[in-house]
């Protein structure tokens, strides 16, 4: 069955540029759907945003302005930017599936934790 | 935006009740967009209802969802131990996703 597995840097400085990266197993990035949400500790769930390969790139709002998501076929990948960060960044970001709708998440990483801190 | 209010903030209940958790939207949601999940600490969150009543994968059918326009719930028939965790509702309308702040459900 189709797992994600997020990566990358476990801190970042403020004002810099947050970068994860989502690889897929055991199916074609190209198949669905996959978005980025996060949770600061202790708190609740935000989601970042969605993107498809044959279809639209959709930004939670708050976020739009400092968020880019694309899709590496050839890696089988998914990746997050998000530009100038400051405190209110630190949480875990996990990659998830879009379910049978489209709108529910029926796969999930194991979440990365990222800190930004100097 | 749609703003999802989960009401109580926590359960305190023993193995066997029953626990009612409340969703409630600040604007009508379509029943399609509904979606309940269960987290438990040092994990990611898991599907357990979609579609407001569809339940995912894997679920035991002492897990079910209703509701329709701007309530929402979901209930544990028969609570287990295995049931303690935090649960969240989502929503999904117009590109943008929501999550409610969740309700915590423990077992004494």
């Known amino acids: 069955q189709v797992q994600l597995q997020e990566s990358g840097p476990g801190l970042v400085k403020p004002s810099e540029t947050l970068s994860l990266t989502c690889t897929v197993s055991g199916g074609s990035v190209s198949d669905y759907y996959l978005n980025w949400i996060r949770q600061p500790a202790g708190k609740g769930l935000e989601w970042i945003g969605r993107t498809y390969i044959r279809g639209t790139t959709d930004y939670n709002p708050s976020l739009q302005s400092r968020v880019i998501m694309s899709i590496d076929t050839t890696k089988n990948q998914l990746s997050l930017r998000l530009s100038s960060v400051t405190a209110a960044d630190t949480a875990i970001y996990y990659c998830?599936?879009?379910?049978?709708?489209?709108?529910?998440?029926?796969?999930w990483g194991q979440g990365n934790l990222v800190t930004v801190s100097s | 935006e749609i703003v999802l209010t989960q009401s109580p903030g926590t359960l305190s209940l023993s193995p066997g009740e029953r626990a009612t958790l409340s969703c409630r939207a600040s604007q009508s949601v379509s029943n399609i967009y509904l979606a309940w999940y269960q987290q438990k600490p040092g994990q990611a969150p898991r599907l357990l209802i979609y579609g407001t009543s569809a339940r995912a994968t894997g679920i035991p059918d002492r897990f079910s969802g209703s509701g329709s326009g701007t309530d929402y719930s979901l209930t544990i028939s028969r609570l287990e131990p295995e049931d303690s965790a935090m649960y969240y509702c989502?929503?999904?309308?117009?590109?943008?996703?929501?999550f409610g702040g969740g309700t915590k459900v423990e077992i004494k």
């Open positions: 998830a599936r879009a379910g049978a709708t489209g709108r529910e998440f029926d796969v």
């Open positions: 989502q929503q999904f309308l117009t590109s943008l996703v929501t």
